[in-house]
């Protein structure tokens, strides 16, 4: 079984920044690909930022420059720095694991439950 839980959404006012984080535990026996994804009411879920086991980091244009990824291989947890939040930034942000859950199981993709940013004019 593995989960992944994300924190850190809330209601902050436009300019203002947020931290995300989402834990994977469980049965793991690598991560491979994280990131953070989002969905806004009425829109399809898109790419915020994802990164590697190495830390090679790929970015979505709408946020390259106010948004860093990070993550702790030790924690398996990824981070997700909001900084200069915009009301279009308003959305659900889920993570994402690429992982295996033993040395010669697949790739399988695991998200999170999602966490709400809300962000005010």
């Known amino acids: 079984q593995v989960q992944l839980v994300e924190s850190g959404g809330g209601l902050v006012q436009a300019g203002g920044s947020l931290r995300l984080s989402c834990a994977a535990s469980g049965s793991i026996f690598s991560i491979n690909v994280m990131g953070w994804y989002r969905q806004a009411p009425g829109k399809q879920r898109e790419l915020v930022a994802t990164?590697?086991?190495?830390?090679?980091?790929n970015y979505a244009d709408f946020v390259t420059g106010r948004f860093t990824i990070s993550r702790d291989n030790t924690k398996n947890t990824v981070y997700l720095q909001m900084n200069s939040l915009k009301p279009q930034d308003t959305a659900v942000y889920y993570c994402k694991a690429d992982l295996k859950r033993y040395r010669f199981d697949a790739v399988y993709d695991y998200w999170g439950q999602g966490t709400q940013v809300s962000v005010s004019s």
């Open positions: 990164i590697t086991s190495g830390g090679g980091t």
